[in-house]
């Protein structure tokens, strides 16, 4: 079953903060995060597994809530360079594929 | 280092023609390869996936079929097009050994179908 990001669509100033949810209604076995230029293909940011760690990124960094079955991304101080869509991809279980989520679009203004 | 092709880049359809899509990997062996979906403003959408030669997995059922004839080698056939089968296709790969759940998910440039 899809997870379910949130918000659909973000607006910030350079410099501001973001998060970006991803929810499961099943039980979470790892937790992929992409970004997604227009037009392009998209890019690994990073992967979160079963345990409830948290990964940083430089700036980004992504968090996993088993008891909550979600995991969240955290952009700070964001850069016109975050500008993209990003994409969550959960698995349920060891050796499931990824199911993506709808994509939350990302834009950064001067 | 690897790399991953993809081609055509873009490419216009009527209804009902045939559809061929490539992909290469290159500088690994024994890739797991995969096809994605994705619909204008849309998520990901995986089609198949193969973890060997001639080894074709089906995520959804539809009028699309892939192909490894070789070890780096992946194809997206259709026999006729729809226009529902409009979108940006995404080949990826990921190392042998690491599936799409832990390992991470090396996409190609991707190629624009519109089918008229």
């Known amino acids: 079953q899809q997870p379910v990001q949130s918000p659909q669509a973000v607006i910030l100033r350079e410099g501001e903060d973001a998060v970006i949810n991803c929810s499961s209604s099943?039980?979470?076995?790892?937790v992929h995060w992409y970004r997604q230029k227009h037009g392009e293909a998209p890019v690994f940011l990073m992967i979160?597994?079963?345990?409830?760690e948290q990964k940083g990124h430089e700036k980004i960094s992504a968090s996993f809530n088993e008891k909550k079955q979600q995991s969240s991304l955290y952009l700070t101080a964001s850069q016109l360079s975050y500008s993209g869509t990003y994409f969550c991809?959960?698995?349920?279980?060891?050796?499931?594929?990824?199911?993506f989520g709808g994509g939350t679009r990302l834009m950064v203004k001067p | 280092s690897q790399t991953i092709h993809q081609w055509p880049a873009t490419l216009v359809q009527p209804v009902g023609s045939p559809l061929s899509l490539e992909c290469t990997v290159e500088?690994?062996?024994?890739?797991?390869l995969y096809w994605y979906r994705q619909a204008a403003g849309r998520g990901l959408q995986l089609l198949f996936y193969?973890?060997?030669?001639?080894?074709i997995s089906s995520e959804v059922p539809q009028n699309l079929s892939a192909s490894r004839p070789q070890d780096r080698q992946f194809i997206l056939s259709s026999k006729k097009l729809l226009l529902s089968d409009s979108g940006f296709y995404l080949c990826?790969?990921?190392?042998?050994?690491?599936?799409?759940?832990?390992?991470?998910?090396?996409f190609g440039e991707g190629s624009r179908l519109t089918v008229l």
């Open positions: 500088g690994t062996s024994n890739p797991n």
């Open positions: 990826a790969w990921t190392h042998r050994g690491q599936g799409a759940d832990t390992g991470e998910l090396f």
């Open positions: 979160l597994l079963k345990g409830g």
């Open positions: 193969s973890v060997g030669i001639g080894q």
């Open positions: 991809g959960t698995s349920n279980n060891a050796g499931n594929m990824l199911t």
């Open positions: 099943k039980a979470l076995y790892s």
